[in-house]
């Protein structure tokens, strides 16, 4: 009689377990040896060139002689830090545009404490990013520089270019959310939803600054399973393998690295870009005056994630409908969010593609 699928053989579990043994004790002597140094992310060479409250704007030291003319700014949002776009030196897309002979520049927004509790999004758009790009124009003698926005720094980007076309050379934007009301289909944007649910003015007024830990417990709450369960038991299996136990550390080291947001900044873009989407409507106001994405009218480079399960890919491609410029691409990756960052083909094929795309705007 063949055996039911859910009986076991006794050699089988008895050579499982030890399989298991093994793993879990070269495991311990590979953690009981890791320095705190080991699991550090955000390691390529980079010095501050200009700060400015919590902010640091931090340029990368170029890996060519003589890097591509016009700068790049990298605008990351202000949830997580900027340090998954370098993650380790095998694993980054600052490294990767430094080797493709680009300028790179970075803001790190910092921790928001309790005085940076009214910020809006005025301060950090007209504010933080127009100062930081005046710093490029007059360090590298130009009118105009190139910007890649990340993620919410990718809308923010949207807005900066929206409202100062003049200092925009060309613009990327990568896994962007631009139409929060799209998520229709398989892939349905459950962070949307949620945050056309949130009752943001309970929350700020409440708290003040949003914690950094709420932020992150929602976030992991997209996917329960795969974000709490299943990631930590796959991390079993790497408990032999030092390179991938330390490539697990890193994305944890990251992940859990949560700043508090800025209470009235977070209260601005809930309501006006997850609520009222009205970013697409050219209805957002920063400061005195009205974000019309047909402003927009430099070249722009749209990358999205096609298993993106933070921003709906729909949400990215609808760019396309509404900025007034005649040169514009998009591009694909099949990769999900965090992918764009550390699969491997994104670390083969991104940043070529950005790097190409400036240089042939250039």
């Not at 043994?21 to 501050?48: C, F, R, W, Y």
């Not at 830090?81 to 490294?95: E, G, K, Y």
């Given at each position: 009689?063949?055996?039911?699928?859910?009986?076991?053989?006794?050699?089988?579990?008895?050579?499982?377990?030890?399989?298991?043994?093994?793993?879990?004790?070269?495991?311990?002597?590979?953690?009981?040896?890791?320095?705190?140094?080991?699991?550090?992310?955000?390691?390529?060479?980079?010095?501050?060139?200009?700060?400015?409250?919590?902010?640091?704007?931090?340029?990368?030291?170029?890996?060519?002689?003589?890097?591509?003319?016009?700068?790049?700014?990298?605008?990351?949002?202000?949830?997580?830090?900027?340090?998954?776009?370098?993650?380790?030196?095998?694993?980054?897309?600052?490294?990767?545009?430094?080797?493709?002979?680009?300028?790179?520049?970075?803001?790190?927004?910092?921790?928001?404490?309790?005085?940076?509790?009214?910020?809006?999004?005025?301060?950090y758009i007209n504010?933080?990013?127009?100062?930081?790009?005046?710093?490029?124009?007059?360090?590298?003698?130009?009118?105009?520089?190139?910007?890649?926005?990340?993620?919410?720094?990718?809308?923010?980007?949207?807005?900066?270019?929206?409202?100062?076309?003049?200092?925009?050379?060309?613009?990327?934007?990568?896994?962007?959310?631009?139409?929060?009301?799209?998520?229709?289909?398989?892939?349905?944007?459950?962070?949307?939803?949620?945050?056309?649910?949130?009752?943001?003015?309970?929350?700020?007024?409440?708290?003040?600054?949003?914690?950094?830990?709420?932020?992150?417990?929602?976030?992991?709450?997209?996917?329960?399973?795969?974000?709490?369960?299943?990631?930590?038991?796959?991390?079993?299996?790497?408990?032999?393998?030092?390179?991938?136990?330390?490539?697990?550390?890193?994305?944890?080291?990251?992940?859990f690295d949560s700043?508090?947001?800025?209470?009235?900044?977070?209260?601005?873009?809930?309501?006006?870009?997850?609520?009222?989407?009205?970013?697409?409507?050219?209805?957002?106001?920063?400061?005195?005056?009205?974000?019309?994405?047909?402003?927009?009218?430099?070249?722009?480079?749209?990358?999205?994630?096609?298993?993106?399960?933070?921003?709906?890919?729909?949400?990215?491609?609808?760019?396309?409908?509404?900025?007034?410029?005649?040169d514009y691409t998009?591009?694909?990756?099949?990769?999900?969010?965090?992918?764009?960052?550390?699969?491997?083909?994104?670390?083969?094929?991104?940043?070529?593609?950005?790097?190409?795309?400036?240089?042939?705007?250039?």
């Amino acid at each position: 009689m063949l055996p039911l699928p859910f009986q076991f053989q006794p050699d089988d579990v008895i050579r499982e377990l030890t399989e298991l043994n093994k793993k879990m004790l070269s495991g311990v002597k590979i953690l009981s040896a890791l320095h705190h140094d080991d699991v550090q992310v955000g390691t390529t060479p980079k010095e501050p060139v200009y700060r400015e409250d919590k902010l640091v704007l931090y340029r990368y030291t170029p890996m060519v002689e003589k890097p591509f003319s016009i700068p790049i700014l990298i605008v990351y949002a202000l949830v997580n830090r900027p340090a998954v776009a370098d993650l380790q030196q095998n694993r980054s897309l600052v490294r990767n545009l430094l080797m493709q002979g680009m300028d790179v520049y970075l803001i790190d927004w910092g921790y928001p404490s309790r005085s940076d509790r009214w910020l809006t999004l005025d301060d950090y758009i007209n504010g933080y990013i127009d100062n930081c790009v005046d710093v490029l124009r007059e360090r590298h003698k130009l009118d105009k520089i190139n910007i890649l926005g990340i993620c919410q720094g990718g809308s923010f980007s949207l807005c900066y270019a929206a409202l100062h076309p003049d200092k925009v050379k060309n613009l990327t934007v990568m896994v962007a959310p631009v139409d929060f009301h799209a998520d229709q289909g398989a892939n349905n944007g459950l962070l949307n939803v949620w945050g056309r649910t949130l009752d943001v003015d309970l929350m700020v007024e409440a708290m003040g600054n949003v914690p950094g830990e709420f932020m992150n417990f929602g976030f992991l709450m997209l996917k329960p399973l795969q974000l709490n369960i299943q990631k930590y038991t796959d991390m079993i299996d790497m408990m032999g393998d030092e390179e991938k136990l330390l490539n697990f550390l890193r994305m944890e080291e990251w992940i859990f690295d949560s700043p508090d947001q800025a209470g009235e900044a977070f209260r601005q873009f809930v309501k006006d870009f997850f609520q009222e989407n009205k970013l697409i409507k050219g209805e957002v106001v920063i400061g005195d005056r009205q974000v019309d994405l047909g402003k927009i009218t430099m070249p722009v480079l749209n990358i999205y994630a096609e298993q993106d399960h933070l921003v709906p890919p729909a949400s990215s491609r609808a760019l396309e409908k509404y900025v007034g410029t005649k040169d514009y691409t998009v591009c694909a990756f099949p990769v999900g969010h965090i992918g764009m960052y550390v699969s491997g083909k994104a670390q083969r094929d991104l940043a070529p593609t950005i790097a190409n795309w400036f240089k042939e705007h250039g």
